[in-house]
């Protein structure tokens, strides 16, 4: 199989999933620039994938919907109108030689889903549209700080080699606020520079891999010592909470939405 990223809006991407004549596309929030490179690729639309709700990420479904023929995988407690498959946690399904199975990742929106490649080459993949960024997480707009941490857990329990594909390029933002949390995270110092050089580039610093991240990502670090007395500093967290995980990662949550 072979990832692209195709750039959507100003920093969205839409993950096109390519093997041999056809492709799978995840959240194409416009038709436009997936028609195009269908075309361009000369490729057949198998199949649509939609992580959660939101309109950067739906807006183009129906087009492609109808122009393909393109059955769409979606979340089962999510209604945007769409209820062709609708899935939770734990369900799996075969698309293009694949196994994807679905994982369960709500805090951005209440019903988010990822879906997890396990046995994709030359490494596993998982399509988590605004759940975990490069450096970072999303927002929390449904569902609790509590949520969004378990799911994070959940995402950073698979294998360290996984590609980690974001529905957003955010991370050089996302670096500066992890930086500002961890001066002293070497890994992060020489992840930023690299990643600095690709965008100078124009090329994505997508995917990620897993195994970075879990080095240099505040946000599934939280039961660091260094990001817990940083956060602990910045909040004035009383001595209780320092020792709360869910309340450290509110905080560190808190301060990223705060962070210019
Ligand atoms: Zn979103
Ligand atoms: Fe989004």
Redesign the pocket.
Known sequence: MKLIALSAFTD?YIWLWRQDDQAVVVDPGDAAPVLAALSRLNLQLAAILVTHH?A??TGGVEILQHQFAAPVYTSASEDWGQDDHRLAGGDSFALLGQTVQVIDVPGHTSGHIAFYLSEAQPAPVVFC??TLFSGGCGRIFEGTPAQMLHSLKTLSALPENTQICC??EYTLSNLRFATAVEPDNTDLQAYSSHCQQLRTKGKPTLPARLGSELRINPFLRSHQASIRHSVTRHAGLSESAQHDEVAVFAALRQWKNDFR
């Open positions: 969205n939101h950067d990420h549209g605004d529905a957003h």
